[in-house]
């Protein structure tokens, strides 16, 4: 087993200064006007350097405020894009580390996922990977405690995927966070069709996306799944691209942010 997981996008993805990027962090959520809501059982959220993503993912991580003493555990699933892997990557490692601290892996969790067959135990997906690295300084923030169970999904279903979920879906505890950007370098106005098509499925929870459509379209559509036999509502958040952000217009990423809520609580 490996001991921590190192950063490897600090100083690239986001600052690599503890101090600045606390002050960014919080400078991204007091941004996000609050808004009263049902806080989420999940959320989708993007995975870009922040200057052009982190705005837009601040919306997911706002609503996360009221679970802050009440979310202890964080099944995080992103897309592969250094490092294929057969099915679900998870960690042989016991904490991921970020410049704001260590995160515990429940190695427990790992441990219960490693019973289904299509999750393997791969750090060389994880070493480079910046899809799920980059959400840590985010629930770092919003959250006091909590362990997470990473997945970096690759050649996998939707239906593998969201046995996945389901079998760590848990209580209250639990949170479920996708990491997924929409369309990749289209220009500005044919990105927007392209992406507010690909919001209208997730909003109705059709888990037929394709990778044209979001990079993080498999785990997504396992999430789809399972919200919607678990009866989850999705919102849509925020929809923006690069373009609107930090970039210029020939060229762009489409970023979106969701919430899943559910009705009991559950």
């Known amino acids: 087993m490996h001991d921590v997981r190192p950063a490897a996008v600090a100083g690239m993805f986001y600052p690599g200064a503890p101090e600045r990027l ?3 962090v919080r ?10 809501a049902r806080p989420p059982k999940a959320v989708i959220v993007p995975h870009a350097g922040y200057v052009y993503s982190a705005p837009v993912a601040a919306f997911a991580y706002a609503r ?13 699933l992103g897309p592969t ?12 490692a016991s904490a991921f580390a970020t410049p704001l601290g ?32 980059v959400q840590l300084p985010f629930l770092q923030t919003v959250l006091r405690e ?38 990749h370098y289209h220009g500005y106005d044919a990105a927007r069709r392209l992406d507010s098509a690909t919001a209208d499925s997730i909003l109705a929870m059709t ?34 691209n690069s373009g609107d952000t930090a970039g210029d217009r020939s060229r762009v ?12 609580g559950a």
């Open 22 to 24: 606390a002050r960014d």
């Open 27 to 36: 400078d991204y959520l007091a941004a996000v006007a609050p808004r009263e």
């Open 64 to 76: 996360l405020a009221p679970l802050r003493d009440t979310v202890s555990r964080v099944v995080l």
């Open 81 to 92: 894009h250094r490092v294929p892997v057969r099915g679900l990557a998870t960690t042989s």
């Open 102 to 133: 260590k995160v515990t892996i429940d190695r427990a969790a790992v441990e219960r996922a490693l019973t289904l067959p299509q999750v393997v135990i791969k750090d060389a997906s994880h070493a480079a990977e910046h899809a799920l690295e």
């Open 146 to 183: 909590f362990s997470l169970v990473p997945f970096a999904v690759g050649d996998a279903t939707a239906r593998e995927v969201a046995d996945v979920v389901d079998l760590l879906w848990g209580g209250a505890e639990t949170l479920i966070v996708v990491s997924s950007d929409l369309s």
């Open 207 to 240: 888990p037929t996306l394709d990778h044209d459509q979001a990079c993080g379209a498999t785990p997504i559509n396992g999430l789809l799944m399972c919200a919607q036999a678990r009866g989850l509502s999705p919102a849509l958040l925020d929809l923006r």
């Open 253 to 264: 990423v489409g970023y979106a942010s969701f919430a899943f809520t559910s009705h009991d």
